[in-house]
């Protein structure tokens, strides 16, 4: 199937809310999609939108998440699970995309994000390449994610361990190893985009407003089998004590309140948003604030030349030594040329406002 001769279609605002008006669906979080849903969005599932607290003054909240305030979303389809490999692997075989890191990285590029005066890397660096968890054997400093994280030659999404490993049997895990470019190109392909980080906190939270997560406020319990996060030593040893070490197959715990699956744990997810650790302080105090789409540019104090992508979610790494990553309002910067073992993306279709 070439791009172009799928079938889905990107509705506008009016479509949606005139078929709201009818009473033919829509309700907020309805996993059974109704007729309606199902002509504009096959499979995808309506939230509503509304006002939330964006955000969290939690213990856990790092300062990139303060302070919270007040945000409205308009509604939007989602996806109610992260892209699959079975899905991701559609969209190769209909278009031949390539991905990020299946590709030479471009020096160019590369060194545009440097400070100045770097030296250039070694060409046998600039291989197709992508990001690798490789625990330690012992015990490591937190404050250095080098110690956990390799580039492996090799390395992308049908083999997200590098070489020698594969997605066989794993055609319902979601997609990994896939830049902010890839997350893109498929979104695009399908007729949706990427979720703005506003439409994404607010699916996530499914109806729980200012809550620490995305069941409550209840602290993750190890044996409590909400999300897929780690258990045991970070980052040495992963028990796997809630059913998986590494990835899980979607739909493997519960949904969240609008129906939506892994919005906590699992995978970190692909936003629309560039990232600055201030744009919550930037944008606050003025009210209430609308379909925020993020800042115009990024800014990343430990890479500041660098452009950074808002992910959010956490994934199967997260625990509380380290990140706390699967409360709604945690959000970390991603470099959009580098896909990681443990971020993939889900897509919305919403009115045109939303780009
Ligand atoms: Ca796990």
């Known amino acids: 199937m070439k791009k172009g001769t799928r079938t889905f279609k990107t509705p506008t605002l009016s479509t949606i809310l005139l078929l709201c008006a009818l009473g033919t669906g829509c309700s907020v979080g309805d996993e059974a999609a109704t007729p309606a849903q199902e002509m504009i969005a096959p499979g995808m599932i309506w939230v509503s939108g509304g006002e ?108 997200p361990g590098g070489p020698g490993s594969s997605i066989e049997g794993k055609s319902d895990h979601p997609v990994v190893q896939v830049s902010w470019y890839d997350a893109t190109a498929y979104a695009e392909w399908a007729g949706k985009r990427l979720p703005t980080e506003a439409e994404w906190e607010f699916a996530a939270r499914g109806g729980l407003d200012g809550k620490v997560n995305v069941w409550g406020d209840e602290p993750l319990a190890e044996d409590a089998g909400r999300v897929n996060t780690w258990q045991g030593s970070f980052p040495n040893e992963d028990l796997g004590h809630d059913g998986y070490s590494g990835t899980s197959p979607v739909r493997s715990f ?16 692909w936003c629309l948003d560039h990232y600055r650790p201030d744009a919550y302080a930037q944008r606050a105090g003025g009210g209430l604030v609308v379909d925020p789409k993020g800042p115009s540019s990024s800014f990343d104090p430990r890479e500041s030349f660098a452009e950074k992508r808002v992910q959010k979610g956490g994934s199967y790494l997260c625990n509380d030594s380290y990140c ?28 045109s406002s939303g780009g």
């Open 52 to 159: 939330f607290t964006m955000g969290s003054d939690d213990p856990l909240a790092r300062p990139r998440e303060r302070p919270p305030h007040r945000v409205k979303v308009n509604g939007f389809f989602m996806d109610p699970t992260p892209v699959t490999n079975a899905q991701f692997g559609e969209f190769v075989e209909a278009t031949g995309y390539v991905t990020t890191a299946e590709k030479p990285a471009d020096l160019a590029e590369i060194m545009k994000q440097a400070p100045p005066g770097t030296p250039e890397p070694d060409p046998e660096m600039l291989a197709p390449a992508s990001v690798v968890f490789t625990p330690p054997a012992g015990r490591v400093p937190l404050d250095d994610h080098f110690r956990w994280w390799s580039y492996v030659k090799g390395a992308d999404w049908r083999h």
């Open 324 to 351: 706390s990553g699967y409360r709604p309002s945690a959000r970390e910067p991603g470099s959009p040329d580098t896909g990681t073992g443990h971020t993939g993306f889900r897509c919305v279709m919403a009115s």
């Open 254 to 269: 519960q949904p969240n309140g609008y129906g939506l699956y892994d919005m906590a744990g699992n995978v970190w997810e």
